[in-house]
Nanobody
């Protein structure tokens, strides 16, 4: 049984930092595309960042470029999202998701991912 668990959310002030973690059980992130999505109140879910564990390629939403960094630790089978200089508009529930590398159509689309974590809430106060 595959389970992803996202953690690390919390309440921070504008300009603060958080590091989100995504842990997997029953699944290895090697040969995968692992993404972070977020859903703000009243809005749809959007892809924030992803990393491909094969070639290390990454993607960032324009609004988080230069502030967020995604990384993959193969030894720990963990994926992280370091979020710096947080802004109130970053407030959302953040989800990690994974799919076998290449086994997807659009890496930015929710439907491409087979496995999802439960979400962790990030609240940035102004």
């Amino acid at each position: 049984d595959v389970q992803l668990q996202a953690s690390g959310g919390g309440l921070v002030q504008t300009g603060g930092s958080l590091r989100l973690s995504c842990a997997a059980s029953g699944y290895f992130f090697d040969d995968s595309n692992i993404a972070w999505f977020r859903q703000a109140p009243g809005k749809g879910r959007e892809a924030v960042s992803y990393i491909n564990s094969n070639d290390g390629s990454t993607y960032y939403l324009d609004s988080v470029k230069g502030r967020f960094t995604i990384s993959y630790d193969s030894a720990k089978n963990m994926v992280y999202l370091q979020m710096n200089n947080l802004k109130p508009e970053d407030t959302a529930v953040y989800y990690c998701a994974a799919v076998v590398s290449g086994d997807y159509d659009d890496p930015l689309a929710e439907y491409s991912y087979d496995y999802w974590g439960q979400g962790t809430l990030v609240t940035v106060s102004s």
